[in-house]
């Protein structure tokens, strides 16, 4: 499963968020206009004056954003929702509803990050522990900061597959023919990744990604791709025998199913990637201080605490988190094979070809 569970028709990608009509940095008809100094911090009386904080795509079951908003919203007082959605369908909601705003904030995967700032659908703010977060891992002026980061894995129901694999060239194997699910290649920060770490795998990079659509063509040649939701509902039906997702997704599905016994969540030996969801705040959020707020709490030690409790890896790497949190996630010797994105401007101009040459390449 990815941010949203939905069919929907807009197939946006990181290219054309890009490609977006540049916004003035006025408000019509509500919302705020950023302000000159991202580090000015909100007072509680601002944040319970709003009394409410709207997100996109930030669903409970994604890492535990459950927790975080009930913690949040207790401590100031406010009230929260949520409509689920992928990464690009957030930033062209900011954009279509910029006379009307709804949202105050969203979750995007960092690969989206740089078209958000170019298309001016998000504002600059630096939170309390700005320094405390990698220098790749944040704008230098603040339009957008990563939170944690996920690996591809594979998630593996054992009642289904007799041999686990292990690896990407296990997977073109012909007895794990419609059995891989990879979802929605067309939109999904995820799927995409899951292209790129098996390009990786295969001798390819963020700028070259060849590799992995012509492994993905040979999966899809063979009959091993299976088309459908990988939603935790179908792999609790057992209709995902194998998914290729998100370390943190892998791990908290097989929480929320409740049969830890029952499936084996995988690092692909032969190579895989690591990269970053990123917190952003609409340039015309309505509940500006709750937004800037929430950034606050997200990076603090309690916030990054609660993310490591929802399986992901939080940004910041001094937290001192409890024993019983940090054994939720996959111990560090299991990524060996893993790497880190170099240049996330090549990735984001890369991954907004992807829609047209997995259509023109794997499923042609």
Known sequence: MFKTQKTVALLLSAAAVLSMVALSGCQKNGGSTASTDTTVRPTAADVKKEGQLVSYGMPDTWINWKGIFASF???????????????????????????NPVADIGDIGIGFAAG????????????????????????????WTAEYTGSIVFLVNKSLVKDVPQSWADLLKSEYKGMVVIGDMQKHAQSQSALLAAAMAYGGNEANIKPGLDYFKKMYKAGNIKDVD??????????????????????????????D?????????????TSAYVSVINAYAPHPQAAKAFQDYLFSDQGQT??????????????????????????????????????????TKTSGEIPDLWRNEVLS
């Open 306 to 347: 609660q993310i490591a409790e929802g399986y992901a890896r939080p940004i910041r790497t001094n937290v001192d988190m409890p024993a019983d949190v940090k054994s939720k996630l996959l111990p560090d010797s299991d990524y060996k094979s893993a790497k880190l994105i170099k240049n996330y401007d090549t990735w």
């Open 73 to 99: 919203t207790s401590q100031y007082g406010i009230t929260h929702q949520d409509t689920d959605m992928s990464s690009a369908e957030e930033l062209a909601k900011f954009k279509a509803e910029k006379n």
């Open 116 to 143: 958000a700032r170019k298309s001016k659908v998000v504002q600059p703010y630096k939170n309390k522990y700005w320094n405390d977060v990698p220098s790749w891992a944040k704008d230098k002026d603040g339009y």
């Open 261 to 273: 016994s029952a499936y084996d969540v995988v690092v692909p030996s032969d190579g895989t990637v």
């Open 230 to 259: 990988d939603s935790v509902s179908n792999i609790q039906k057992g209709e995902v025998p194998i998914c290729v997702l998100w370390d943190f997704n892998a791990l908290n599905y097989r929480h929320e199913i409740g049969d």
